[in-house]
């Protein structure tokens, strides 16, 4: 291995360079994007240019992560996505794409980069550990439903390595309801499965694992590829059971995942298993009713 002057191989110093970059970048978001969005803000002027996204597709070109994208957001108002979960490299993809607002664990809020990312694209905080802090969470994510924001959230509660999916917590579907009782003209909430898929296991963020050492394997490692796969969306009318609703998408999003060429070789066990097991179908909002047993194992801090 050649080194250089001072030791380093030479794609260590090219992560040295990007690691650079990524805090210029923060520093340039930091000291213009954010004024400039909230002056836009404060005018009521929306930004021809919304500066999240320009910094999200920074971000995402340093890191080396080639995006590709399979259908499209639905247009439809109010709009709620429910995508499954892998990276932190998730927010800064989709945020690529769009503005979108997400549900997050309230410790995101703090942590560099990703934090002030998340605040300025309106993301809604949950305290995991406090089961009461769901209820404000949902009526937070229908006020920006309401104001026409695309809410996304990680319905798996957590992150995986993208070969497996997570059941889909049922509990913040519950926003679409809250929406529905507070706005009488509106109809329904239009809940959009989303599939994200990369093209290496080392681009899965895991458990309690920090955020810089796994930056830095991303630095370090080979450039990465990420499948955004946008489904078909469901509709949530008033009456409608979440949890029907939740299962459905979940079922949805394993078949994309499933089908995804990205994961031909790395697809496996539950991801599969759901996909061939067909979903109950979303009954009629007048028809539906609610489930008991399966609904019972759900976490604590997931239901209401």
């Not at 300025?120 to 305290?127: A, E, I, K, S, Y």
């Not at 507070?182 to 599939?195: C, L, R, T």
Request: aromatic share 6%; with cysteine.
């Amino acid at each position: 291995m050649r080194l250089c002057r001072y030791g380093l191989p030479r794609e260590a110093r090219l992560a040295v360079l990007r690691a650079v970059l990524l805090v210029l970048a923060f520093v340039v978001f930091l000291c213009i994007g954010i004024p400039a969005q909230s002056l836009a803000a404060r005018l009521r002027r929306p930004a021809r240019v919304d500066p999240s996204v320009v910094f999200c597709r920074v971000l995402i070109r340093v890191l080396r992560v080639k995006i590709s994208v399979s259908g499209a957001a639905c247009s439809s108002r109010p709009l709620l996505l429910a995508a499954n979960h892998v990276s932190w490299i998730d927010v800064l993809a989709l945020g690529s794409l769009s503005g979108f607002s997400f549900l997050a664990k309230r410790e995101v809020g703090s942590w560099p980069l990703i934090g002030a990312i998340a605040r300025q694209q309106g993301t809604v905080f949950v305290d995991r550990k406090r089961r009461r802090s769901i209820p404000a969470a949902n009526a937070a994510m229908a006020e920006r439903m309401l104001e026409g924001r695309r809410v996304l959230l990680f319905p798996e509660g957590t992150t995986g390595d993208g070969r497996a999916l997570g059941a889909f917590r049922s509990s913040h579907f519950a926003s679409a309801r809250d929406l529905l009782a507070g706005a009488v003209e509106v109809e329904d909430v239009a809940v959009q499965p989303v599939a994200i898929c990369y093209s290496a296991l080392s681009a899965a963020w895991l458990g309690d694992a920090a955020l810089l050492p796994h930056l830095w394997q991303v630095l370090t490692g080979e450039p990465l590829r990420c499948k955004i796969i946008f489904g078909a969306p469901l509709r949530f009318a008033r009456g409608a059971d979440r949890k029907i609703i939740a299962r459905e998408a979940g079922s949805r999003v394993a078949h994309m995942l499933a089908a995804s060429p990205a994961l031909a070789a790395s697809v496996q066990g539950r991801t599969l298993e759901a996909a061939r097991t067909p979903a109950k179908p979303v009954a009629d909002p007048a028809s539906n009713a609610e489930e008991s047993g399966a609904g019972r194992r759900e976490q604590a801090w997931a239901e209401e």
